[in-house]
């Protein structure tokens, strides 16, 4: 019984989508540290992608109305944690591909020694159109905190790529 | 507020200096919206402002049950001589050389406190701090990118950089000035290295990063006088010298000594730019207490 319920939780919280980057649910990116359902409630925690991401107070809360419409009158909390640091490689392999088809490059292995500098070098950020990895990052500034900015010579064409965030050795 | 809440916790001035620091040059870099030399910087400044003022927000929730007040009222709701911010924060932009000047002290100062405290013994905080530090890498690599094409840049481009280092050293010092605070912060872990070892460390580091560049002068002699365009003969006027108080040279090491210049911030006393910054920044709230988006 309770078991169906945390299903039918975790299918409600596949449908929430990232309002800043509609091809993806809050699932693709990694984002939901933990589902805890007992018979008085249904606990819900998030990590959140960049402190400053605007879409954030609205992901909280799609995430709280879509729990409670499964909640069968439960109390729903919905809390941001920061344990563990959200970082780049929690995004699935489907939220991956997600990315690309909507032309966001997701997160690659930067190599050694690159920097955000925006020089052509090989083993730049693959390019979502053409595929082309001889790609240049114009900026780490984008339309929001989590995207960077790249062009890609190959097909001439600017694109978006999903800022790589990740864990440090500490 | 309660008449003294520092008083009942040290933490809570520990977040607020950090907190206010990132809120206030937050706002500064904000200016650059619309106003940048070309676009790209306008969107770099406008997004390091909101990661700062993201950060800030962050920090002051964490500070939400030490202080008793809710986040928009630490950052609003304050009087200005309430505000813990180092006084280099306050400082209008001036120039695109001092801007970018300030930014890499200020970012290179906060990579290294940041640094500390992901060893915070008060878990919270270090949670926040490692979280923070992920996205405050881009800005030390944005200012690292500025600091190189800069000072190897055309001699104007270079003087200007070094102007704005001169104008700045002095008071970014004093993002280092210990709250009153820091002897039990210490003692508990919560800040788990003291301000004048994170201060000996940061000015360490921009003296070597200086000294790569043949910049290091600039911590004992007027920018003027060593940035000149040479004469025909080759000449470069000798100018007076300036030592920037605390800083000196030990050991082929640039090092801090006694105390520092622009002290103040972390005790409420900020300068007449603050006063206007405050009206700017806490108008709206002031206005309309209350007021929900």
Not at chain 2, 192 to 202: A, H, Q, Y
Request: glycine letters at 8%; charged letters at 30%.
């Amino acid at each position: 019984m309770v078991r169906t319920l945390e299903d039918r939780v975790r299918r409600a919280l596949g449908e929430v989508v990232d309002p800043e980057i509609p091809a993806c649910t809050i699932e693709d990116l990694g984002m939901i540290h933990r589902v805890a359902v007992s018979e008085a409630e249904v606990e819900v925690d998030l990590l959140p992608t960049f402190v400053g991401c605007p879409a954030k107070d609205v992901i909280g809360e799609d995430t709280e109305a879509a729990v409670r419409a499964v909640a069968g009158g439960r109390d729903v909390r919905v809390r941001f944690v920061l344990d563990p640091a959200w970082t780049t490689d929690r995004i699935t392999e489907r939220g991956r591909s997600r990315l690309r088809e909507y032309g966001i490059a997701p997160h690659w292995e930067r190599p050694s020694g690159a920097t955000v500098v925006p020089l052509l070098r090989p083993g730049g950020v693959p390019c979502p159109y053409c595929g082309s990895t001889e790609t240049v990052m114009e900026s780490a500034w984008g339309p929001s905190p989590c995207r960077a900015r790249h062009y890609c010579p190959s097909c001439r064409n600017p694109f978006e790529g999903f800022k790589s965030k990740e864990p440090t050795g500490a | 507020m309660a008449a003294d809440p520092m008083a009942a916790d040290p933490r809570l001035a520990l977040l607020l200096a950090i907190a206010d620091d990132e809120l206030v040059i937050g706002h500064r870099h904000s200016e650059w919206t619309g106003w940048a030399p070309h676009l790209e910087e306008d969107l770099a400044f406008s997004s390091i402002a909101q990661d700062e003022m993201a950060h800030a927000r962050l920090l002051y929730q964490l500070a939400e049950p030490v202080a008793g007040a809710d986040a928009d009222a630490l950052a609003l709701g304050r009087d200005s001589q309430e505000y813990r911010h180092a006084v280099i924060c306050e400082r209008p932009n001036r120039d695109w050389g001092y801007t970018l000047a300030r930014q890499y002290l200020y970012d290179t100062a906060d990579d290294v406190r940041l640094a500390a405290l992901e060893r915070s013994s008060w878990k919270e905080l270090a949670d926040a701090v490692r979280t923070i530090r992920l996205e405050e890498r881009y800005h030390l690599e944005h200012a690292r990118r500025w600091f190189d094409r800069l000072a190897g840049g055309p001699v104007e481009a270079r003087q200007r950089f070094v102007e704005g280092i001169e104008a700045a050293v002095g008071e970014a010092m004093a993002l280092f000035e210990a709250v009153p605070e820091e002897p039990a912060l210490l003692e508990s872990g919560v800040l788990p290295t003291s301000n004048e070892d994170l201060l000996g460390e940061w000015l360490a580091r921009v003296g070597e990063e200086l000294e790569a560049a043949s910049l290091d002068y600039v911590l004992t002699e007027h920018a003027a006088s060593r940035e000149m365009v040479p004469t025909s003969s080759g000449e470069i006027e000798a100018g007076p010298t300036l030592s920037v108080p605390g800083i000196e040279r030990r050991d082929g090491r640039w090092v801090h000594r006694g105390a520092f210049a622009g002290a103040g911030g972390r005790q409420g006393k900020h300068t007449e730019d603050f006063a206007q910054l405050w009206e700017e920044m806490t108008g709206l709230y002031r206005t309309m207490p209350g007021a929900t988006w």
